[in-house]
């Protein structure tokens, strides 16, 4: 899959006014830390709504590399962890997937034993995970770091601890909680991330039989239990994903209907397209549509921010709408160094963009303008996509393997709402 994605492109032909309706994939974000969850479990867990994704696919090869057995059928993962024979992550799997470090806290608090390379440095910038390997050294776990290795041993099992965040990073509070379900006594996680992923892990580890409070709040405490049970779980949808159509549907002056959404988990992006002057109209509480006017305003100032904020994963999708809206938007990117790759992929497109630091300054122009274009990372890809489809002319997007670790069906969600794309 990889491969063939390297040379294949999207080819885009911009224009066409999208309209019509698209059901959501389950969430990349919430799928991968519950994947690692499964390993916590002595039987076989089945998720649900667990979206095709080649980070999905990767987790899934890690799961194997330990002895896990997983099997997917249509939208429906199976993963029986009754077997673990090794607690080695491959650096090639580790490489492939930063959010792989997410699987420490699930084989350290399986085997006591974990051994992996320190995860890819992403494309966002360096990502650092000392949050990550501090808390879990206060949980009692020693970590030598070598030769690009991390080579963690809890031999007197994991502690609780109190530990108190200086960021609420979602991928340490996945680690937290993922080593404490089954440590000895109490852990409390102050500082904690929000976000929805976060809820939807503690659901699953509560249907497993662990003893999880405040998931969602800023302060979480779990109480150890000595092992956990397997359980089927629905994932929730993916917001990141919702927020990419709506950008979609925006940016050609068109509309959407959503099905299968979540609208609360995005509640920070609909205030900001109807600033823009869409409508947003919600329904049976999974539905939302979203119709834009021709006259569309820029918002003024974007603000990164951790949930319920706007979120980092989407400011580059507004960034592509942004370049066509009347007036200049201000993106101050706050959670990433290095979050603005996609821009000078944009200025291709022939978007006004001029970046001081963390900060974008947008002008809107009145149409965008077809050009081959790079995919620079996953929501980079994606804001490429969301700009082809207003620019005057065919756009190539390539790098698909970056769309593809995030995206299920995008050329076809598009395609059914009527854009002119197909994957060469
Ligand atoms: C998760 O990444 C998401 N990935 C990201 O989505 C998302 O952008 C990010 O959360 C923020 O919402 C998954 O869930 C798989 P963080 P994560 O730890 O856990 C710094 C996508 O497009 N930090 O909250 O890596 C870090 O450098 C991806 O789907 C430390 O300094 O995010 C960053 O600046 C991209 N030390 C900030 O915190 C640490 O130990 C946010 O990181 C950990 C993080």
Not at 133 to 147: N, P, Q, S, T
Not at 279 to 293: E, H, M, P, Q, S
Request: proline share 3%; with cysteine; glycine share 10%.
């Amino acid at each position: 899959m990889a491969n063939s994605a390297e040379s294949q492109k999207l080819v885009i032909c911009g224009g066409r006014r999208l309209g019509g309706e698209v059901t959501l994939q389950g969430a990349k974000n919430s799928a991968l830390p519950i994947l690692a969850g499964a390993v916590l479990c002595n039987g076989e867990c089945v998720l649900h709504n667990c979206p095709r994704l080649s980070d999905v696919d990767a987790a899934c090869r890690i799961l194997s590399c330990l002895g896990c057995k997983c099997s997917r059928s249509g939208n429906s993962v199976s993963i029986n962890s009754s077997e673990l024979v090794s607690f080695d992550v491959p650096g090639d799997l580790m490489k492939e997937m930063r959010s792989s470090i997410v699987f420490l806290g699930a084989i350290i608090g399986r085997m006591g034993r974990c051994k992996l390379s320190f995860p890819g440095g992403c494309e966002l910038g360096p990502r650092p995970i000392d949050l990550h390997l501090a808390a879990l050294r206060k949980m009692g776990v020693d970590i030598k770091e070598e030769h690009g290795f991390l080579d963690c041993r809890a031999e007197k099992g994991i502690q609780g601890a109190a530990i108190s965040l200086t960021f609420p990073s979602v991928g340490a509070t996945e680690n937290i909680i993922l080593a404490a379900v089954t440590a000895k006594g109490i852990t409390e996680i102050h500082n904690a991330a929000r976000e929805p992923e976060i809820i939807d892990l503690s659901e699953f580890l509560k249907k497993c039989g662990a003893k999880i409070t405040g998931a969602g709040s800023g302060t979480i405490y779990i109480e150890g239990t000595a092992k956990l049970l397997s359980a089927e779980h629905e994932v929730i949808p993916d917001r990141i994903v919702a927020a990419t159509y709506m950008c979609c549907a925006a940016i050609t002056r068109g509309e959407i209907m959503l099905k299968k959404t979540n609208y609360r988990h995005i509640s920070a992006i609909i205030p900001i397209l109807e600033q823009i002057g869409c409508k947003v109209y919600l329904y049976d509480n999974d539905k939302l549509f979203l119709t834009a006017r021709k006259d569309l305003k820029a918002p003024g100032t974007l603000r990164t921010m951790v949930y319920p904020g706007f979120p980092t994963d989407t400011q580059p999708m507004m960034m592509a709408l942004a370049s066509t809206l009347d007036g200049t938007t201000v993106f101050v990117e706050t959670i990433f160094d290095n979050r603005f790759r996609h821009v000078s992929e944009l200025l291709r497109l022939g978007a006004k963009i001029s970046i001081e630091g963390s900060v974008a300054i947008v002008e809107g122009v009145k149409r965008l303008s077809a050009a081959d274009v790079d995919s620079t990372d996953l929501r980079g890809g994606a804001a490429l996509v969301t700009a082809a489809l207003n620019a005057d002319g065919v756009s190539k997007v390539s790098n698909l393997y970056h769309i593809d670790r995030g995206y299920a069906d995008l050329e076809a969600d598009l395609k059914a709402l009527g854009a002119d794309i197909k994957r060469i």
